[in-house]
């Protein structure tokens, strides 16, 4: 950030990405596709294979994981802080007959997560830790995340990374967030990464893309001390 740059508001910085989504997502319904993403999909498949039922999943957005999650027969929790989003995947979790293996709840990830020590197998988020949250606000998440688990459970969750595309185009907000088109984004380094693996045994870093542009992310596994 430039010294003549001010520094964002934090609270007006959280409402405005708050309506930002709601507002994108009433607007594009199947903004992202209705089919699972890879990371999505992997994820699944690995909590499957190891018998980890319970799933926090963070950021769900309009559910195209949380719905491959389900798939895979795995008991979800859906967290987001867009509520209208998550009235449409309870809706349509009641259409596909999957009410009974889903729980949603409207919840900033900048606050505590509102259960109790390991009271889940696994978390999955795709692009939840790269959103508008700062490095200090990512480790105390992640401490969180590593309390809610049980011994032995993972996390696997993907960022955007320095590398990508989009890395420092933009408004400037410091710590490695810039704001493009409206949205903000948080671009991970491998410094991030570890930081947040602390009391985790990070398992795997695997880059890949995503989208037209196209996205380059990582795909972080990390398993519960």
């Known amino acids: 950030m430039s010294p003549e740059q001010p520094a964002p508001d934090p609270g007006a910085?959280?409402?405005?990405?708050?309506?930002?989504?709601?507002?994108?997502?009433a607007a594009n319904p199947q903004m992202y596709g209705t089919e699972p993403s890879e990371a999505g999909r992997s994820a699944a498949s690995r909590f499957a294979a190891e018998g980890l039922s319970r799933v926090l999943e963070l950021g769900a957005g309009q559910g195209r994981d949380t719905f491959g999650l389900l798939g895979a027969g795995?008991?979800?929790t859906a967290l987001d802080y867009a509520a209208g989003s998550l009235a449409g995947i309870r809706d349509e979790a009641g259409r596909a007959g999957l009410a009974?293996?889903?729980?949603t709840l409207t919840h900033d990830v900048r606050q505590p997560l509102p259960f109790a020590d390991a009271s889940f197998d696994a978390c999955y988020s795709h692009m939840l830790f790269t959103m508008a949250l700062a490095s200090d606000e990512l480790a105390a998440l992640a401490g969180e995340v590593h309390r809610v688990l049980r011994p032995g459970g993972l996390c696997i969750y993907t960022v955007r990374h320095v590398g990508d595309a989009h890395y420092g185009a933009g408004r400037d907000l410091g710590d490695n967030l810039f704001e493009n088109g409206g949205f903000v984004v948080h671009f991970f380094d491998r410094t991030l990464?570890?930081?947040?693996?602390e009391g985790f045994e990070l398992e795997d870093l695997t880059a890949f893309e995503e989208g037209d542009l196209p996205r380059r992310l990582?795909?972080?596994?990390m398993r519960r001390r």
Request: aromatic share 10%; charged share 25%.
């Open 100 to 103: 009974g293996r889903l729980t």
């Open 13 to 25: 910085l959280v409402a405005g990405q708050r309506q930002h989504w709601e507002t994108t997502f």
């Open 74 to 76: 795995l008991e979800v």
């Open 193 to 197: 990464v570890d930081r947040l693996a």
């Open 218 to 221: 990582w795909r972080i596994t």
